[in-house]
């Protein structure tokens, strides 16, 4: 059994910053789980162009408001607590928070993340080799 303590983990090297966004992740590959779980805090006002092509993603909105695009449709919807959303055909999509208040997002990442990624130029993760 793995229990962990989300606020014990925001002082490890779990927490990761990158530009609009900080995530504790709870669960990583490390943890043979199969897939990760990470608490994610959007920053208010962030515009985040992501495009998750080796991973799948799923994220439910705890609290905070904003908005995601999808970048083939123009498709926006409505974020807000209680809302999930799921990225199932590694969808290329813009993620908004409303300015004042952070987003905070529970999310899950099929294959699991290692724990140090940060998005890079094209808004993807590398997906690691071993």
Known sequence: MIVRDLNDAKNTERHVFSEG???VRLLLKSDDMGFSFH?????????????YKN???CVYCV??????????TGEVHEIRPGIMYA???HDKHILRSDAGKPMIMACTF????????VHRAD???ALEDA
């Open 39 to 51: 608490i994610t805090t959007i920053h208010a006002g962030a515009e985040l162009h992501m495009h």
């Open 110 to 117: 099929n294959p699991p993340v290692t724990g140090n990624e």
């Open 55 to 57: 991973h799948l993603e």
């Open 123 to 125: 808004g993807s993760y």
């Open 21 to 23: 966004w900080d995530s």
């Open 87 to 89: 990225l199932d055909k």
């Open 63 to 72: 609290d905070g408001t904003g908005s995601i695009e999808d970048c083939a």
